[in-house]
């Protein structure tokens, strides 16, 4: 079974910078597109990033595209996002998830889910 850690959340400023990880254990992330999610208090979880498993492919939610980078180091089993210009609606418990099929930016097409990571973004 596959086991997911997110790690690296924070408070970070309007406009910072900030790097989650997603540590994989169990089995080889190779086998798995990953995903980021995001849920905010008082909201649904909403799909945020996702990156095939050779990295040739990857997609964002347009409210970060061209500020969040999704990225994956499969020799180190760990999906990371580049969280950059942050805003205070970036504001969420971050999850990872990997991808089995369907819709990308559904959660019911992720069956493995991390516990989450949790973002501030100060204003």
């Known amino acids: 079974q596959l086991q997911l850690v997110e790690s690296g959340g924070g408070l970070v400023q309007t406009g910072g910078s900030l790097r989650l990880s997603c540590a994989a254990s169990g089995r080889n992330i190779v086998n798995y597109a990953l995903g980021w999610f995001r849920q905010a208090p008082g909201k649904e979880r909403e799909f945020v990033s996702l990156i095939s498993w050779n990295s040739e492919q990857t997609f964002y939610a347009d409210s970060v595209k061209g500020r969040f980078t999704i990225s994956r180091d499969n020799g180190k089993n760990t999906l990371y996002l580049q969280m950059n210009r942050s805003k205070p609606d970036d504001t969420a418990v971050y999850y990872c998830?990997?991808?089995?099929?369907?819709?990308?930016?559904?959660?019911?097409?992720?069956?493995?889910w991390g516990q989450g990571t949790q973002v501030t973004v100060s204003s």
């Open positions: 998830a990997a991808y089995v099929n369907g819709d990308y930016y559904s959660r019911s097409s992720y069956n493995y």
